[in-house]
């Protein structure tokens, strides 16, 4: 199976500088508390730390759901001034195309479209044991 990256919506550059941290996030830790201290530790403004957590929530609950993976692993990279999330689940079935669903009025299907328009760059991996769908955002410059 090939790799799928789709285009993003949001894109621009960044100068901003942190450290490089790479953080795997184990079952039973907060996920969205600790991606927010590393965030806010690293300087990214309110805003960027509010897609990060939307766009991670997103993933995490796909995995969840529909790929039914109970504690999906989490891999949050933090190099320069890019934030990268990896989810981890057991279904090698790779997301279609993000679309909209056709009723409008559906309770589910916007996830990856939303996570399409609040990150830069987004997409999903094949490995041996399922797949691994991420996201990377730009600190504000």
């Given at each position: 199976?090939?790799?799928?990256?789709?285009?993003?919506?949001?894109?621009?550059?960044?100068?901003?500088?942190?450290?490089?941290?790479?953080?795997?996030?184990?079952?039973?830790?907060?996920?969205?508390?600790?991606?927010?201290?590393?965030?806010?530790?690293?300087?990214?403004?309110?805003?960027?730390?509010?897609?990060?957590?939307?766009?991670f929530h997103e993933l995490y609950i796909n995995a969840w759901q529909?790929?039914?993976?109970?504690?999906?692993?989490?891999?949050?990279?933090?190099?320069?001034?890019?934030?990268?999330?990896?989810?981890?689940?057991?279904?090698?079935?790779?997301?279609?195309?993000?679309?909209?669903?056709?009723?409008?009025?559906?309770?589910?299907?916007?996830?990856?479209?939303?996570?399409?328009?609040?990150?830069?760059?987004?997409?999903?991996?094949?490995?041996?044991?399922?797949?691994?769908?991420?996201?990377?955002?730009?600190?504000?410059?």
């Open positions: 199976m090939k790799s799928r990256e789709f285009s993003s919506e949001r894109a621009q550059d960044s100068n901003r500088a942190s450290r490089d941290r790479n953080l795997a996030v184990c079952a039973g830790e907060s996920k969205i508390r600790i991606l927010r201290a590393m965030l806010l530790s690293a300087g990214w403004a309110p805003d960027a730390i509010a897609d990060a957590e939307l766009a529909h790929a039914g993976s109970p504690a999906p692993p989490v891999l949050v990279s933090l190099r320069s001034a890019v934030l990268r999330v990896s989810v981890c689940d057991d279904c090698p079935d790779l997301p279609p195309e993000p679309r909209l669903p056709a009723d409008p009025y559906a309770v589910s299907g916007r996830g990856l479209h939303l996570v399409r328009a609040l990150t830069h760059r987004f997409g999903v991996d094949p490995v041996k044991t399922g797949k691994v769908t991420w996201f990377e955002l730009d600190a504000a410059a």
